[in-house]
């Protein structure tokens, strides 16, 4: 498990730099200059591509050990609903979101995988 956490952050700061540095270059091969306007939302993407990915992986883990902390994302989601409602109708305003809310999720994991690790070292 550790090994997979350290993949996920050296993908995700990879990512990361290559999206907000060479961002031009891969839009221009993969998609033309006609894309342009994306490339100030690139970082954002990353961002969120990145926490998603570690969200699913720790629901995955939670879920396997059959642990109620897989539905800390399904009750988060109302909170998420509400606010999605609220948020003015801008497209950076929605990226904004989905990273506060994608953060706060995964924060909560953290906290229950390491409160639940160092419960099980300490019976051990």
Known sequence: LFIAIV???????????????????????????????????????????????????????????????SLILPFGLPIYISFLITVPRHLINIMELNIFFSVSIMSVYLLVFLSTSVLSASKK
């Open 7 to 69: 993949l996920l952050i050296i993908i995700a700061l990879s990512s990361y730099f290559a999206y907000t540095r060479f961002a031009s270059i891969l839009i221009n091969v993969f998609f033309g200059s006609s894309f342009d306007s994306v490339m100030q939302y690139l970082g954002h993407a990353s961002i969120f591509g990145s926490l998603y990915a570690a969200i699913t992986f720790f629901n995955n883990y939670f879920l396997s050990k059959k642990n109620l902390a």
